[in-house]
């Protein structure tokens, strides 16, 4: 059974930072290319930055340069190391697989607040 645990969100003010974890378990995770994505009230749920079992990393206009996903392959890890944050980030963080590979399932996610 696939289990995908979301954690490390939290309130934080504008210009601040947070690292986000997820751990995968219940499939052969170097196998898969992940993504973290997020949804915020009343919007549909994005994908915001995905990375290859190699390492190739690719982002959404909205957190390049802000955000860096990383991932390993031995933990069975993937993080998301947030700078920069902005009111507009607020959402529930979600990790989940990309693509055709993406699970049917979902974490409960952890919530990332962004407000003064």
């Known amino acids: 059974q696939v289990q995908l645990v979301e954690s490390g969100g939290g309130l934080v003010q504008p210009g601040g930072s947070l690292r986000l974890s997820c751990a995968v378990s219940?499939?052969?995770?170097?196998?898969?290319?992940m993504g973290w994505y997020r949804q915020a009230p009343g919007k549909q749920r994005e994908l915001v930055a995905g990375?290859?079992?190699?390492?190739?990393?690719n982002y959404a206009d909205s957190v390049k340069g802000r955000f860096t996903i990383s991932r390993d392959n031995v933990k069975n890890m993937v993080y998301l190391q947030m700078n920069s944050l902005k009111p507009e980030d607020t959402a529930v963080y979600y990790c989940?697989?990309?693509?055709?590979?993406?699970?049917?399932?979902w974490g409960q996610g952890t919530q990332v607040t962004v407000s003064s």
């Open positions: 989940n697989a990309v693509g055709y590979q993406k699970l049917s399932s």
């Open positions: 219940g499939m052969i995770f170097n196998l898969y290319t």
């Open positions: 990375i290859q079992s190699g390492g190739t990393t």
